[in-house]
Every structure is written in structure tokens, then in C-alpha cells.
């Protein structure tokens, strides 16, 4: 990869570090471990995966940015649909999943506050020592104290929770599996390490849940993609532990038969280094992060094998224009261009189909509630999933 830039020798060092545990872990497992292990290990290895480490991740001096970096819009409108949600619970809290920096949590809490909306308690699951200590510092300086003294901090999920639980950009991040589809049968893609070096070694795909996973679906050979067991596994537990409110996540990803298309046959894998995207996983580990895009109609029968009811799925575009965010950028007068102009730069961002809008879903599911749910009113897709 000669055209991303080069990491420090501290970095590398780093890097060095992980390297050998991930070694480690391949010796001991026979020399092949699975992919998912692999980038659990490259993600969160305590103190040295890369959301464990001390590097930045989010916003230009980062490898990537999401959209409460890009505009406080995203997250006014992530707060009416909230606010909606806690009026028909009755109080209730918000459950954020992996809150980045804190930006979300500052314009959600902002939001609600001007509604007359908040939450009991504002909960960050957060399994990053390093994240949280940030979301911590942010929150304290660009909240005031009332504000920030509702918001706690989770290891793990609640038994139960009553409430909104929020999630941008978490499920692309949990482990995938990789799988390949052949004329000789299924194989799983996992890792070994040879001649120096990290290296790609597919073996026959053993029986157990990814094997039942990876039956049905219906592809050509020769084709190589991902399923997050875990990930599915995450969905099923909120929806289980949901009392009362809906479960709002947002990410990038497609239904099934989108997912699994031809024109996808080498999967989604991809990686992301100080702004730049490429599809090695097995450099730099823990110098860069991993990602893989959503298949949202697994999402959604992991939400229903939970007991929970659909209640929503459209694009970014449409979840943010029936959030009501056209209204957001109609409080600044296009007269006013210092301040205009670079808020319709953030929607442009964060609405367009060439940047954030149409590849970016937005998925709702819950119990007990009536009323439909705003951020759905127009543009619903639930039928394609």
C-alpha cells in the first residue's frame, strides 16, 4: 500500500505490538484463526486495537468522519425523533451505542433541552477506555453542568431499558466473518501468518451458526462476503432488553438481495486510514479501522427474533428530511451568508446521494409504542428488506 501515507516509527512500533499478539493468537489456535477474531483483535484489543489506542480517529486529523462531525444538524434531527419516542414512553431514557467523540451526545442533549424533552438519563455504552475519556472531556466542556450531569457511562448492555436507544455508525464496526462461496462448496476466509507477513487462507466452513448463516443465501461462485454473527447477535439482545421505545440505528449498508449482488462478488471490506480507503485489513493493525457494510435485512430479523416490531427503514436523505432538518437550515436567512452557506455545505453532506444520503439507512425497531414513528413518515422501505 505505497500510496498511503507512511506511520510514525512510534506508530509502527504500536502496530509492531498488536502484530505479535495477533501472532499469538494464531499460534495458538492451530496458525489459522478466523477473520472475525482477527479484526476483534485489530479493533479492541485492550490498549492496543485501534479503538483501544490513544490515536485519533474522528474529524481531519483522524481517518474518518461521521455525520455529528460533519453537523449539529444530524443530531437536532436524531433529537426529534427521540423526543418523540420519550413523550409516547412517558420519560424514559436514551441509550447511545458507541458515541464516538461525544459530538452526538452534546447536539442530542442540546436538542431535548430545547424541546422540554429529556431524558431521564443519557447512557453511553462504550467499550473504548480511550473514547470515553474524549466523550468525557466534550461533553463537560460544551454542556452545561445540568446537562452533563445526566450523562453515564455503560460497560454493558442493561438488563431492561425503557427509552431510545441510538446507534450511528455502530454495526459497521462489529466483526464480520468472511465467506466464500465456490464450486467446491463454502469455505471461511481467515487469516494465518507466513513468510513474515499476515496472509489470506480460506479452509471448508465447519458446521455450527455461521454455516447455517451462509446456506441460504442464494449467490454465484466464486463469491466472497461478509456475515456478522455478532452483529446480529447485538440486535436480538436490544431488542430483548427493550421494555418500552425503539431501537434507532444508522449506517451504511443495503437489504439482502442489494448486499449480496453480483456486483459485490469481492464483498464490502474496507478500511480506513487517515482519509483514505483501501481493502487491506492485513496491514497496519491497529493503525486503521475495518469496517463492513450492514445487511439490513439481517438487522431486521435479528430485531424480530427479539421480540421487537419493525418500525422503519428509508435512507439518510429521507430519515432527515422528516426529522424536519429543511426547518433547521430555515432558522438562518440565506441573506446571512457567513452563517448559511456553510450550513447548507453540512446538509449538502450529509443529504446528497453522491456523499452521505442514499448509501447511509436509517432502521427503527421497538415495542409498545402507537404512533408511527416520525423519522419514517415518507420514504419508508421496510418492503425491500
Known amino acids: 500500500m505505497s500510496s498511503l501515507p507512511p506511520p510514525s516509527p512510534e506508530a509502527l512500533a504500536h502496530s509492531a505490538c498488536l502484530a505479535e499478539a495477533i501472532r499469538n493468537e494464531i499460534a495458538q489456535a492451530g496458525g489459522w484463526l478466523n477473520f472475525a477474531r482477527y479484526m476483534e483483535f485489530a479493533l479492541y484489543a485492550p490498549g492496543l486495537g485501534y479503538y483501544s489506542a ?20 444530524f443530531g437536532r434531527c436524531v433529537a426529534r425523533q427521540a423526543a418523540q419516542v420519550l413523550a409516547e414512553v412517558g420519560g424514559g431514557s436514551v441509550l447511545e451505542l458507541g458515541a464516538g467523540s461525544g459530538k452526538l451526545t452534546v447536539d442530542v442533549l442540546s436538542e431535548l433541552d430545547r424541546l422540554e424533552q429529556l431524558p431521564e438519563r443519557y447512557c453511553i455504552l462504550e467499550v473504548s477506555g480511550d473514547l470515553r475519556a474524549r466523550q468525557q472531556r466534550l461533553i463537560q466542556a460544551d454542556l452545561p453542568p445540568a446537562l452533563a450531569g445526566r450523562v453515564s457511562w455503560f460497560d454493558a448492555l442493561p438488563e431492561t431499558f425503557a427509552g431510545v436507544v441510538l446507534g450511528n455508525e455502530v454495526l459497521d464496526a462489529v466483526p464480520v466473518h468472511l465467506v466464500a462461496w465456490t464450486n467446491e462448496g463454502l469455505f471461511e476466509r481467515g487469516v ?11 479452509q471448508p466452513l465447519a458446521e455450527g451458526p455461521l454455516l447455517e448463516a451462509a446456506s441460504p ?16 447477535g447485538l440486535v436480538t439482545s436490544l431488542a430483548r432488553m427493550l421494555e418500552k421505545g425503539a431501537v434507532i440505528l444508522v449506517d451504511y449498508g443495503f ?6 449482488h453480483p456486483h459485490r462478488a469481492q464483498g464490502t471490506l474496507m478500511c480506513h486510514y487517515r482519509h483514505q480507503s483501501h481493502d487491506d485489513p492485513l496491514i497496519y493493525p491497529g493503525l486503521q ?3 463492513a457494510h450492514v445487511d439490513f435485512t ?3 430479523e435479528a430485531a424480530i427474533d427479539g421480540g421487537a416490531s419493525l418500525m422503519g427503514y428509508c435512507s439518510q436523505t429521507q430519515f432527515l428530511i422528516n426529522c424536519g432538518i429543511t426547518n433547521f437550515l430555515s432558522e438562518v436567512s440565506p441573506s446571512d451568508a457567513a452563517a448559511y452557506l456553510p450550513l447548507a455545505a453540512q446538509a449538502q453532506k450529509l ?7 442514499e448509501l447511509f439507512k436509517a432502521i427503527a425497531f421497538g415495542k409498545g409504542l402507537k404512533q408511527p414513528l416520525l423519522g419514517f413518515a415518507g420514504g419508508d422501505k421496510r418492503h425491500t428488506l
Open 54 to 73: 490513544g490515536s485519533v480517529k474522528l474529524g481531519e486529523d483522524g481517518d474518518f468522519v461521521t455525520a455529528p462531525e460533519i453537523s449539529s444538524l
Open 192 to 202: 494465518e501468518f507466513e513468510d513474515g507477513r499476515f496472509a489470506w487462507r480460506d
Open 217 to 232: 443465501i442464494d449467490v454465484l461462485p466464486e463469491h466472497l462476503s461478509e456475515i456478522s454473527l455478532a452483529a446480529n
Open 255 to 260: 437489504p439482502r438481495r442489494e448486499f449480496y
Open 289 to 291: 479501522d475495518i469496517t
Open 298 to 300: 439481517a438487522v431486521a
Open 351 to 357: 443529504l446528497s446521494p453522491a456523499e452521505m444520503g
